[in-house]
Protein backbone atom coordinates (compact mmCIF):
# COMPACT_ATOMS: atom_id res chain seq x y z
CA UNK A 1 0.00 0.00 0.00
CA UNK A 2 1.59 3.56 -1.06
CA UNK A 3 2.26 5.62 1.68
CA UNK A 4 0.50 8.54 2.64
CA UNK A 5 1.68 12.01 1.13
CA UNK A 6 3.11 14.70 3.98
CA UNK A 7 0.77 17.45 3.03
CA UNK A 8 -2.40 14.82 3.09
CA UNK A 9 -1.07 13.72 6.63
CA UNK A 10 -0.27 16.78 8.02
CA UNK A 11 -3.06 18.54 7.00
CA UNK A 12 -4.39 20.71 10.13
CA UNK A 13 -7.46 19.09 11.80
CA UNK A 14 -8.48 22.18 14.15
CA UNK A 15 -7.89 25.96 13.95
CA UNK A 16 -4.77 25.60 16.51
CA UNK A 17 -2.94 23.92 13.20
CA UNK A 18 -3.49 26.37 11.08
CA UNK A 19 -0.07 28.17 10.80
CA UNK A 20 0.37 31.69 10.25
CA UNK A 21 -3.19 32.74 9.71
CA UNK A 22 -4.03 33.62 13.17
CA UNK A 23 -6.03 37.00 11.89
CA UNK A 24 -8.11 34.57 9.96
CA UNK A 25 -8.59 31.69 12.80
CA UNK A 26 -9.34 33.88 15.81
CA UNK A 27 -11.69 36.08 13.78
CA UNK A 28 -13.85 32.64 13.19
CA UNK A 29 -13.42 31.17 16.47
CA UNK A 30 -15.40 34.81 18.42
CA UNK A 31 -17.75 34.08 15.69
CA UNK A 32 -18.35 30.83 16.46
CA UNK A 33 -18.60 31.40 20.36
CA UNK A 34 -20.56 34.34 19.88
CA UNK A 35 -23.20 33.00 17.15
CA UNK A 36 -22.79 35.83 14.73
CA UNK A 37 -22.11 33.60 11.54
CA UNK A 38 -22.47 34.27 8.22
CA UNK A 39 -24.27 32.48 5.44
CA UNK A 40 -21.56 33.10 3.17
CA UNK A 41 -17.69 33.60 3.75
CA UNK A 42 -14.86 34.21 0.75
CA UNK A 43 -11.47 32.81 1.67
CA UNK A 44 -8.74 34.07 -0.88
CA UNK A 45 -4.81 34.32 -0.96
CA UNK A 46 -2.33 32.24 -2.22
CA UNK A 47 -2.13 28.69 -2.77
CA UNK A 48 -1.22 25.85 -0.39
CA UNK A 49 -1.89 28.80 2.11
CA UNK A 50 -4.72 26.81 4.14
CA UNK A 51 -8.25 28.07 2.88
CA UNK A 52 -9.43 24.87 1.95
CA UNK A 53 -8.09 23.14 5.12
CA UNK A 54 -9.72 26.36 7.03
CA UNK A 55 -13.32 25.66 5.58
CA UNK A 56 -13.48 22.18 6.48
CA UNK A 57 -11.93 23.12 9.73
CA UNK A 58 -15.09 25.75 10.16
CA UNK A 59 -17.69 22.77 8.59
CA UNK A 60 -16.21 20.73 11.83
CA UNK A 61 -16.96 23.52 14.11
CA UNK A 62 -20.33 24.49 13.09
CA UNK A 63 -21.97 20.68 13.21
CA UNK A 64 -19.18 20.02 16.13
CA UNK A 65 -21.33 17.29 18.53
CA UNK A 66 -19.63 18.64 21.84
CA UNK A 67 -21.72 20.97 23.98
CA UNK A 68 -18.64 23.34 24.84
CA UNK A 69 -18.50 25.84 22.05
CA UNK A 70 -15.01 26.46 22.88
CA UNK A 71 -14.23 22.96 22.13
CA UNK A 72 -15.05 22.77 18.93
CA UNK A 73 -13.88 21.26 16.41
CA UNK A 74 -13.28 17.93 19.16
CA UNK A 75 -12.31 15.68 16.33
CA UNK A 76 -13.85 12.95 18.23
CA UNK A 77 -17.33 12.65 17.65
CA UNK A 78 -18.62 11.17 14.63
CA UNK A 79 -19.27 14.29 12.64
CA UNK A 80 -15.78 15.87 13.36
CA UNK A 81 -14.44 12.28 12.20
CA UNK A 82 -16.56 11.71 9.12
CA UNK A 83 -15.35 15.21 8.00
CA UNK A 84 -11.99 14.14 8.84
CA UNK A 85 -12.61 11.20 6.80
CA UNK A 86 -14.02 12.84 3.91
CA UNK A 87 -17.14 10.74 3.96
CA UNK A 88 -19.95 13.29 5.55
CA UNK A 89 -22.40 14.01 2.71
CA UNK A 90 -23.84 17.36 4.14
CA UNK A 91 -20.13 18.70 3.42
CA UNK A 92 -20.30 18.99 -0.64
CA UNK A 93 -16.85 20.22 -2.19
CA UNK A 94 -17.25 21.50 -5.81
CA UNK A 95 -14.24 22.08 -8.22
CA UNK A 96 -14.98 25.26 -10.08
CA UNK A 97 -12.12 24.82 -12.37
CA UNK A 98 -14.16 21.93 -13.93
CA UNK A 99 -17.43 22.52 -12.90
CA UNK A 100 -17.40 26.07 -13.94
CA UNK A 101 -21.13 25.89 -16.15
CA UNK A 102 -24.30 27.17 -15.28
CA UNK A 103 -25.33 23.87 -15.39
CA UNK A 104 -23.54 22.42 -12.29
CA UNK A 105 -24.66 26.00 -10.46
CA UNK A 106 -28.36 24.80 -11.37
CA UNK A 107 -27.80 21.46 -9.86
CA UNK A 108 -26.71 23.18 -6.66
CA UNK A 109 -29.63 25.54 -6.74
CA UNK A 110 -32.60 22.59 -6.89
CA UNK A 111 -30.63 20.49 -4.20
CA UNK A 112 -30.17 23.08 -1.70
CA UNK A 113 -33.40 23.28 -0.21
CA UNK A 114 -33.09 19.85 1.08
CA UNK A 115 -32.23 19.74 4.91
CA UNK A 116 -28.48 18.30 5.88
CA UNK A 117 -28.51 14.42 6.20
CA UNK A 118 -27.10 14.21 9.29
CA UNK A 119 -25.71 17.72 10.04
CA UNK A 120 -26.83 20.97 11.50
CA UNK A 121 -25.70 22.67 8.48
CA UNK A 122 -24.97 21.67 4.87
CA UNK A 123 -21.57 23.22 3.79
CA UNK A 124 -20.76 24.15 0.23
CA UNK A 125 -17.12 24.62 -0.70
CA UNK A 126 -16.79 25.72 -3.88
CA UNK A 127 -12.53 26.15 -4.51
CA UNK A 128 -10.71 28.11 -7.56
CA UNK A 129 -14.34 29.60 -7.57
CA UNK A 130 -13.01 32.65 -9.69
CA UNK A 131 -13.37 30.08 -12.65
CA UNK A 132 -16.71 30.31 -12.37
CA UNK A 133 -18.57 31.25 -15.96
CA UNK A 134 -20.43 34.50 -15.97
CA UNK A 135 -23.97 33.08 -16.37
CA UNK A 136 -22.96 30.69 -13.48
CA UNK A 137 -21.78 33.89 -11.21
CA UNK A 138 -25.38 35.18 -11.95
CA UNK A 139 -27.29 32.24 -11.21
CA UNK A 140 -25.07 31.73 -7.90
CA UNK A 141 -25.96 35.15 -7.27
CA UNK A 142 -29.33 34.62 -6.28
CA UNK A 143 -28.95 31.49 -3.98
CA UNK A 144 -26.00 33.53 -2.09
CA UNK A 145 -28.52 36.49 -1.78
CA UNK A 146 -31.23 34.58 0.20
CA UNK A 147 -29.93 31.33 1.28
CA UNK A 148 -31.86 28.60 3.23
CA UNK A 149 -30.77 28.81 6.87
CA UNK A 150 -29.04 25.28 6.80
CA UNK A 151 -26.94 26.49 4.23
CA UNK A 152 -23.37 27.66 4.66
CA UNK A 153 -21.43 28.57 1.70
CA UNK A 154 -17.21 29.12 1.68
CA UNK A 155 -15.69 30.51 -1.34
CA UNK A 156 -12.06 30.11 -1.84
CA UNK A 157 -10.10 31.61 -4.49
CA UNK A 158 -6.32 32.70 -5.85
CA UNK A 159 -7.72 35.37 -7.74
CA UNK A 160 -10.55 37.37 -6.12
CA UNK A 161 -10.05 40.15 -7.88
CA UNK A 162 -11.71 38.13 -10.89
CA UNK A 163 -14.94 37.18 -8.68
CA UNK A 164 -17.56 39.30 -9.14
CA UNK A 165 -18.39 42.51 -7.04
CA UNK A 166 -21.78 41.38 -6.52
CA UNK A 167 -20.68 38.14 -5.01
CA UNK A 168 -17.95 39.08 -3.20
CA UNK A 169 -19.83 42.19 -1.76
CA UNK A 170 -22.59 38.97 -0.19
CA UNK A 171 -19.57 36.94 1.50
CA UNK A 172 -17.56 37.81 4.40
CA UNK A 173 -14.59 37.90 3.28
CA UNK A 174 -10.80 37.08 4.63
CA UNK A 175 -7.72 36.92 3.09
CA UNK A 176 -4.72 34.42 3.54
CA UNK A 177 -1.42 35.74 3.52
CA UNK A 178 1.44 33.61 2.71
CA UNK A 179 3.59 32.41 5.36
CA UNK A 180 6.82 33.60 6.53
CA UNK A 181 9.69 31.31 5.88
CA UNK A 182 10.23 31.01 9.22
CA UNK A 183 7.20 29.82 10.53
CA UNK A 184 7.27 27.23 7.51
CA UNK A 185 10.74 26.32 9.00
CA UNK A 186 9.07 25.44 12.64
CA UNK A 187 6.45 23.27 11.15
CA UNK A 188 9.01 21.73 9.53
CA UNK A 189 10.70 20.80 11.89
CA UNK A 190 7.65 19.47 14.01
CA UNK A 191 7.20 17.26 11.02
CA UNK A 192 10.53 15.85 10.74
CA UNK A 193 10.72 15.14 14.68
CA UNK A 194 7.29 13.08 14.15
CA UNK A 195 8.60 11.39 11.22
CA UNK A 196 12.05 10.55 13.00
CA UNK A 197 13.97 12.12 10.18
CA UNK A 198 16.70 15.09 10.31
CA UNK A 199 17.61 17.49 8.61
CA UNK A 200 20.20 20.29 8.39
CA UNK A 201 18.54 24.13 8.98
CA UNK A 202 20.16 25.46 6.47
CA UNK A 203 18.11 22.89 4.58
CA UNK A 204 14.88 23.41 6.02
CA UNK A 205 15.38 27.34 5.31
CA UNK A 206 15.77 26.75 1.29
CA UNK A 207 12.67 24.81 0.83
CA UNK A 208 10.72 27.07 2.45
CA UNK A 209 11.92 30.21 0.66
CA UNK A 210 11.63 27.86 -2.67
CA UNK A 211 7.52 26.99 -1.45
CA UNK A 212 7.14 31.26 -2.05
CA UNK A 213 4.68 30.70 1.49
CA UNK A 214 2.93 27.78 0.50
CA UNK A 215 3.12 25.19 3.42
CA UNK A 216 1.52 22.86 1.30
CA UNK A 217 4.61 23.26 -1.22
CA UNK A 218 6.48 23.29 1.38
CA UNK A 219 5.61 19.95 2.70
CA UNK A 220 5.42 18.31 -1.05
CA UNK A 221 9.18 19.46 -1.37
CA UNK A 222 10.08 17.93 1.97
CA UNK A 223 8.32 14.76 0.96
CA UNK A 224 10.38 14.62 -2.46
CA UNK A 225 13.72 15.30 0.09
CA UNK A 226 13.37 12.85 2.06
CA UNK A 227 12.55 9.91 -0.80
CA UNK A 228 16.22 9.95 -1.60
CA UNK A 229 16.94 8.35 1.95
CA UNK A 230 20.21 10.40 3.23
CA UNK A 231 20.40 10.22 6.88
CA UNK A 232 20.83 13.67 7.34
CA UNK A 233 19.09 15.94 4.51
CA UNK A 234 21.64 18.40 3.58
CA UNK A 235 21.52 21.69 1.74
CA UNK A 236 23.65 20.50 -0.93
CA UNK A 237 21.07 17.58 -1.55
CA UNK A 238 18.27 20.72 -1.66
CA UNK A 239 20.37 22.82 -4.10
CA UNK A 240 21.30 19.67 -6.45
CA UNK A 241 17.15 18.49 -6.57
CA UNK A 242 15.99 22.02 -6.91
CA UNK A 243 18.49 23.33 -9.20
CA UNK A 244 19.44 26.11 -7.10
CA UNK A 245 22.43 27.53 -6.77
CA UNK A 246 24.31 28.50 -3.45
CA UNK A 247 23.70 31.81 -2.08
CA UNK A 248 27.59 32.43 -1.63
CA UNK A 249 27.91 31.75 -5.76
CA UNK A 250 25.28 34.56 -6.33
CA UNK A 251 27.12 36.91 -3.98
CA UNK A 252 30.60 36.11 -6.04
CA UNK A 253 28.26 37.10 -9.16
CA UNK A 254 26.68 40.41 -7.55
CA UNK A 255 30.55 41.12 -6.39
CA UNK A 256 31.44 41.12 -10.19
CA UNK A 257 28.64 43.52 -10.89
CA UNK A 258 29.93 45.78 -8.31
CA UNK A 259 33.25 45.56 -9.27
CA UNK A 260 32.34 45.79 -13.14
CA UNK A 261 34.19 42.46 -13.17
CA UNK A 262 32.69 41.56 -16.76
CA UNK A 263 35.09 38.61 -17.85
CA UNK A 264 34.52 37.33 -13.79
CA UNK A 265 31.05 37.63 -14.32
CA UNK A 266 30.84 35.56 -17.98
CA UNK A 267 32.85 32.94 -16.32
CA UNK A 268 30.82 32.22 -13.43
CA UNK A 269 27.82 32.20 -15.01
CA UNK A 270 28.99 30.05 -17.66
CA UNK A 271 30.51 28.06 -14.89
CA UNK A 272 26.88 27.43 -13.31
CA UNK A 273 25.13 26.91 -16.62
CA UNK A 274 27.13 23.90 -16.97
CA UNK A 275 26.93 22.91 -13.41
CA UNK A 276 23.38 22.14 -14.63
CA UNK A 277 21.44 24.74 -12.99
CA UNK A 278 18.04 25.42 -13.77
CA UNK A 279 18.26 29.23 -15.72
CA UNK A 280 14.94 30.63 -14.31
CA UNK A 281 15.52 29.54 -10.84
CA UNK A 282 19.17 30.82 -11.24
CA UNK A 283 17.39 34.62 -12.40
CA UNK A 284 14.73 34.15 -9.59
CA UNK A 285 17.62 33.86 -7.23
CA UNK A 286 19.69 36.51 -8.71
CA UNK A 287 16.80 39.30 -8.52
CA UNK A 288 16.06 38.09 -4.61
CA UNK A 289 19.58 38.69 -3.77
CA UNK A 290 20.02 41.92 -5.27
CA UNK A 291 16.60 43.15 -3.59
CA UNK A 292 18.19 42.04 -0.66
CA UNK A 293 21.10 44.34 -1.23
CA UNK A 294 18.93 46.88 -2.20
CA UNK A 295 17.01 46.42 1.14
CA UNK A 296 19.98 47.29 3.35
CA UNK A 297 20.98 50.04 0.94
CA UNK A 298 17.97 51.89 1.24
CA UNK A 299 16.32 50.48 5.09
CA UNK A 300 19.47 50.02 6.41
CA UNK A 301 17.56 46.70 8.15
CA UNK A 302 19.26 43.49 7.51
CA UNK A 303 18.20 41.96 10.52
CA UNK A 304 14.99 41.38 8.82
CA UNK A 305 16.65 39.71 6.24
CA UNK A 306 16.32 35.94 6.06
CA UNK A 307 19.81 35.18 5.91
CA UNK A 308 22.75 33.57 7.72
CA UNK A 309 24.91 35.99 9.91
CA UNK A 310 27.94 35.80 7.41
CA UNK A 311 25.89 36.22 4.08
CA UNK A 312 24.39 39.51 6.07
CA UNK A 313 27.96 40.53 6.32
CA UNK A 314 28.82 40.24 2.56
CA UNK A 315 25.43 41.74 1.27
CA UNK A 316 25.87 44.76 3.89
CA UNK A 317 29.42 45.29 2.46
CA UNK A 318 28.24 45.53 -1.64
CA UNK A 319 25.14 47.30 -0.22
CA UNK A 320 28.04 50.43 0.36
CA UNK A 321 29.56 49.35 -2.92
CA UNK A 322 26.54 49.19 -4.71
CA UNK A 323 24.37 52.63 -5.60
CA UNK A 324 20.74 52.31 -6.17
CA UNK A 325 20.58 53.42 -9.26
CA UNK A 326 22.77 50.50 -10.43
CA UNK A 327 20.95 48.38 -8.31
CA UNK A 328 17.45 49.42 -9.22
CA UNK A 329 18.86 48.88 -13.16
CA UNK A 330 20.20 45.52 -12.03
CA UNK A 331 16.94 44.21 -10.75
CA UNK A 332 14.85 45.76 -13.65
CA UNK A 333 17.48 43.82 -16.74
CA UNK A 334 17.57 40.74 -14.20
CA UNK A 335 13.29 40.51 -14.52
CA UNK A 336 13.68 41.67 -17.99
CA UNK A 337 15.48 38.60 -18.73
CA UNK A 338 13.56 36.03 -16.73
CA UNK A 339 10.61 37.23 -18.89
CA UNK A 340 12.58 35.95 -21.96
CA UNK A 341 13.82 32.87 -20.68
CA UNK A 342 11.61 31.10 -22.56
CA UNK A 343 12.82 32.12 -25.78
CA UNK A 344 16.15 30.35 -25.16
CA UNK A 345 18.85 31.11 -28.19
CA UNK A 346 20.03 27.90 -29.16
CA UNK A 347 23.67 26.87 -28.01
CA UNK A 348 23.22 30.16 -25.41
CA UNK A 349 20.13 29.25 -22.97
CA UNK A 350 21.31 31.58 -20.65
CA UNK A 351 22.46 34.62 -23.37
CA UNK A 352 19.27 37.02 -21.65
CA UNK A 353 21.21 36.40 -18.51
CA UNK A 354 24.11 36.86 -19.50
CA UNK A 355 23.46 40.37 -21.46
CA UNK A 356 21.17 41.35 -18.21
CA UNK A 357 24.99 40.85 -16.30
CA UNK A 358 26.67 42.95 -19.20
CA UNK A 359 23.78 45.89 -19.01
CA UNK A 360 23.86 45.78 -15.40
CA UNK A 361 27.76 45.35 -14.75
CA UNK A 362 29.04 48.24 -17.70
CA UNK A 363 28.34 51.85 -17.96
CA UNK A 364 24.94 52.63 -19.00
CA UNK A 365 26.05 55.09 -21.59
CA UNK A 366 29.39 56.89 -23.13
CA UNK A 367 31.03 59.24 -19.57
CA UNK A 368 30.53 62.10 -22.09
CA UNK A 369 27.02 61.26 -22.37
CA UNK A 370 26.32 60.72 -19.11
CA UNK A 371 27.85 63.91 -18.18
CA UNK A 372 25.34 65.49 -20.18
CA UNK A 373 22.29 63.99 -18.71
CA UNK A 374 23.55 64.72 -15.13
CA UNK A 375 23.70 68.17 -16.25
CA UNK A 376 20.13 68.17 -17.49
CA UNK A 377 19.46 66.18 -14.75
CA UNK A 378 17.21 63.88 -17.26
CA UNK A 379 16.71 60.08 -17.75
CA UNK A 380 19.17 58.54 -20.15
CA UNK A 381 16.92 57.60 -22.68
CA UNK A 382 15.96 61.04 -23.69
CA UNK A 383 19.45 62.65 -22.53
CA UNK A 384 19.83 63.56 -25.99
CA UNK A 385 16.83 66.07 -26.62
CA UNK A 386 18.71 68.39 -25.53
CA UNK A 387 22.08 67.82 -27.22
CA UNK A 388 21.30 66.65 -30.13
CA UNK A 389 20.71 69.77 -31.35
CA UNK A 390 23.83 71.46 -30.17
CA UNK A 391 25.79 68.69 -31.76
CA UNK A 392 24.56 69.45 -34.59
CA UNK A 393 25.33 72.57 -34.74
CA UNK A 394 29.06 71.58 -35.83
CA UNK A 395 30.00 70.35 -39.10
CA UNK A 396 29.39 66.47 -39.14
CA UNK A 397 32.74 64.95 -39.42
CA UNK A 398 32.77 60.90 -41.06
CA UNK A 399 34.11 58.33 -39.70
CA UNK A 400 37.15 56.56 -40.78
CA UNK A 401 36.95 52.96 -43.05
CA UNK A 402 33.32 54.97 -43.48
CA UNK A 403 31.40 56.22 -46.54
CA UNK A 404 31.23 60.45 -45.71
CA UNK A 405 27.83 62.04 -45.85
CA UNK A 406 26.25 65.27 -44.66
CA UNK A 407 22.99 67.21 -44.21
CA UNK A 408 23.84 70.66 -45.58
CA UNK A 409 21.57 73.60 -45.47
CA UNK A 410 20.60 75.42 -48.94
CA UNK A 411 22.40 78.03 -48.45
CA UNK A 412 25.76 77.15 -48.20
CA UNK A 413 27.82 73.89 -49.31
CA UNK A 414 30.86 74.97 -47.26
CA UNK A 415 29.93 74.24 -44.05
CA UNK A 416 27.33 71.44 -43.82
CA UNK A 417 24.16 72.14 -41.27
CA UNK A 418 21.39 70.34 -40.74
CA UNK A 419 17.87 71.03 -40.28
CA UNK A 420 16.95 72.12 -36.62
CA UNK A 421 14.57 69.78 -35.27
CA UNK A 422 10.95 71.03 -33.85
CA UNK A 423 11.18 71.46 -30.18
CA UNK A 424 8.16 71.13 -29.28
CA UNK A 425 7.52 67.37 -31.00
CA UNK A 426 11.09 66.62 -29.66
CA UNK A 427 9.92 67.62 -25.86
CA UNK A 428 6.39 65.86 -26.71
CA UNK A 429 8.46 62.19 -27.90
CA UNK A 430 11.13 62.67 -24.49
CA UNK A 431 7.55 62.88 -22.20
CA UNK A 432 6.08 59.59 -23.98
CA UNK A 433 9.24 57.53 -23.28
CA UNK A 434 7.69 55.77 -20.16
CA UNK A 435 4.51 55.26 -22.00
CA UNK A 436 5.67 53.51 -25.09
CA UNK A 437 7.47 51.41 -22.83
CA UNK A 438 3.94 50.52 -21.29
CA UNK A 439 2.48 50.02 -24.26
CA UNK A 440 5.00 47.88 -26.05
CA UNK A 441 4.86 45.12 -23.43
CA UNK A 442 0.80 45.59 -24.23
CA UNK A 443 0.97 45.18 -28.02
CA UNK A 444 4.73 44.23 -29.13
CA UNK A 445 5.11 41.97 -26.50
CA UNK A 446 7.76 41.20 -23.51
CA UNK A 447 11.12 40.81 -25.51
CA UNK A 448 10.17 44.14 -27.54
CA UNK A 449 9.62 46.35 -24.20
CA UNK A 450 12.73 44.36 -22.58
CA UNK A 451 15.05 45.70 -25.54
CA UNK A 452 13.44 49.26 -25.24
CA UNK A 453 14.98 49.10 -22.38
CA UNK A 454 18.17 49.03 -23.47
CA UNK A 455 17.40 52.54 -25.73
CA UNK A 456 19.95 54.99 -24.18
CA UNK A 457 18.99 57.98 -26.07
CA UNK A 458 16.84 59.71 -28.38
CA UNK A 459 17.19 61.71 -31.69
CA UNK A 460 13.95 62.98 -33.12
CA UNK A 461 14.70 64.46 -36.69
CA UNK A 462 11.50 65.58 -38.62
CA UNK A 463 8.99 62.23 -38.26
CA UNK A 464 11.58 60.25 -37.73
CA UNK A 465 12.30 59.05 -34.18
CA UNK A 466 15.84 57.31 -33.84
CA UNK A 467 16.64 55.24 -30.85
CA UNK A 468 19.64 54.59 -30.17
CA UNK A 469 20.66 51.54 -28.28
CA UNK A 470 23.65 49.81 -26.21
CA UNK A 471 23.76 47.05 -27.62
CA UNK A 472 23.45 45.50 -30.58
CA UNK A 473 21.14 42.44 -29.49
CA UNK A 474 18.43 44.68 -28.45
CA UNK A 475 18.88 46.97 -31.33
CA UNK A 476 18.35 44.43 -33.97
CA UNK A 477 15.23 42.72 -32.35
CA UNK A 478 13.34 46.21 -32.43
CA UNK A 479 14.61 46.77 -36.09
CA UNK A 480 13.08 43.63 -37.30
CA UNK A 481 10.53 44.35 -39.82
CA UNK A 482 7.59 43.56 -38.15
CA UNK A 483 9.10 44.65 -34.70
CA UNK A 484 9.59 48.04 -35.85
CA UNK A 485 6.16 48.41 -37.14
CA UNK A 486 4.41 48.25 -33.87
CA UNK A 487 6.52 50.08 -32.22
CA UNK A 488 6.17 52.61 -35.09
CA UNK A 489 2.35 51.92 -34.17
CA UNK A 490 2.90 52.70 -30.43
CA UNK A 491 4.69 55.95 -31.14
CA UNK A 492 2.04 57.05 -33.72
CA UNK A 493 -0.81 56.19 -31.95
CA UNK A 494 0.77 58.96 -28.29
CA UNK A 495 1.99 61.28 -30.86
CA UNK A 496 -1.43 61.43 -32.70
CA UNK A 497 1.11 61.71 -36.08
CA UNK A 498 2.94 58.90 -38.17
CA UNK A 499 6.20 58.81 -37.30
CA UNK A 500 9.37 56.34 -38.71
CA UNK A 501 11.41 54.90 -36.05
CA UNK A 502 14.77 53.95 -37.00
CA UNK A 503 17.09 51.90 -34.73
CA UNK A 504 20.92 52.12 -34.26
CA UNK A 505 23.54 51.40 -32.29
CA UNK A 506 25.03 54.42 -29.32
CA UNK A 507 27.27 56.62 -30.94
CA UNK A 508 26.46 55.64 -34.59
CA UNK A 509 25.92 58.41 -36.84
CA UNK A 510 22.04 59.04 -37.80
CA UNK A 511 23.08 59.79 -41.16
CA UNK A 512 24.46 57.05 -43.58
CA UNK A 513 25.00 57.27 -47.16
CA UNK A 514 22.33 55.62 -49.24
CA UNK A 515 23.10 53.44 -52.02
CA UNK A 516 23.24 54.32 -55.92
CA UNK A 517 19.88 55.93 -56.61
CA UNK A 518 17.85 53.52 -58.30
CA UNK A 519 14.10 54.31 -59.93
CA UNK A 520 11.90 53.78 -56.97
CA UNK A 521 9.54 51.27 -58.60
CA UNK A 522 12.93 49.46 -59.09
CA UNK A 523 13.25 48.51 -55.78
CA UNK A 524 11.60 48.94 -52.38
CA UNK A 525 12.98 52.21 -50.76
CA UNK A 526 15.50 51.79 -47.76
CA UNK A 527 15.52 52.73 -44.43
CA UNK A 528 18.34 55.18 -45.34
CA UNK A 529 17.00 56.62 -48.06
CA UNK A 530 14.09 57.06 -46.55
CA UNK A 531 15.49 58.78 -43.99
CA UNK A 532 17.55 61.22 -46.24
CA UNK A 533 14.29 61.70 -48.27
CA UNK A 534 13.03 63.30 -45.06
CA UNK A 535 15.52 65.39 -44.78
CA UNK A 536 15.63 66.93 -47.89
CA UNK A 537 11.79 67.58 -47.09
CA UNK A 538 12.82 69.53 -43.93
CA UNK A 539 14.86 71.60 -46.61
CA UNK A 540 18.22 70.01 -46.55
CA UNK A 541 20.52 69.11 -49.34
CA UNK A 542 22.79 65.67 -49.07
CA UNK A 543 26.05 66.18 -50.69
CA UNK A 544 28.78 62.98 -51.07
CA UNK A 545 31.76 64.27 -49.62
CA UNK A 546 35.17 63.34 -50.82
Same mark, same amino acid.
Given at each position: ???? #??????????????? @????? &???????????????????????? &????????????????????????? %??? %??????????????????? $????????????? !????????????????????VHML????FNAL?????????????????????????????????????????????????????????????????????????? /????????????????????????? +??????????? @?????????????????????????GVEL????????????????????????????????????????? #???????????????????????????????????????????????????????????????????????? +????????????? $??? @??????????????????? &?????????? @???????? /?????????????????????????????????????? !?????????????????????????????????????????????? /????? #????????????
Open positions: MASQ #ALYRKWRSQDFDEIV @GQEHV &TVTLRNALRDGRLSHAYLFAGARG &TGKTSTARILAKALNCLTEDPHGRP %CNQ %CRICTAITEGRLLDLIEID $AASNRGIDEIRDL !RDKIGFRPNEARYKVYVIDETREALKTLEEPPSHVVFVLATTEADRVPETVRSRCQRHDFRRIPTGEIVQHLIQVLQSEGCQAAPEALVAIARRSTGS /MRDALSLLDQMLSYGDEVLSLARVE +SVLGLVDTQGI @GRLVDCLAQSDVAGGLALLNQLVAGGQLADQIVAYLRAVLFVRVANAADQLDLSQDMIAVVTRQAH #ALTPAVLLRALREFMDARAVLRDQVPGAPQLPIELAFLRSALPSEPPAARGTAAEQGQPAPVAAATAVAAAR +SEPARPAPDAPRA $AVA @GRESDARPQPAAPDAEFSK &TVQASWDRVL @GLAGKRCG /MKVQAALRAVREIEVIGDTIILQFSHAFARDLVGQGEN !RLQVEAVWSELLKRNVHVRCSLLGEAAVAVAAAPQPASARPESDDE /MFLRG #ARDLGAVVKRLG
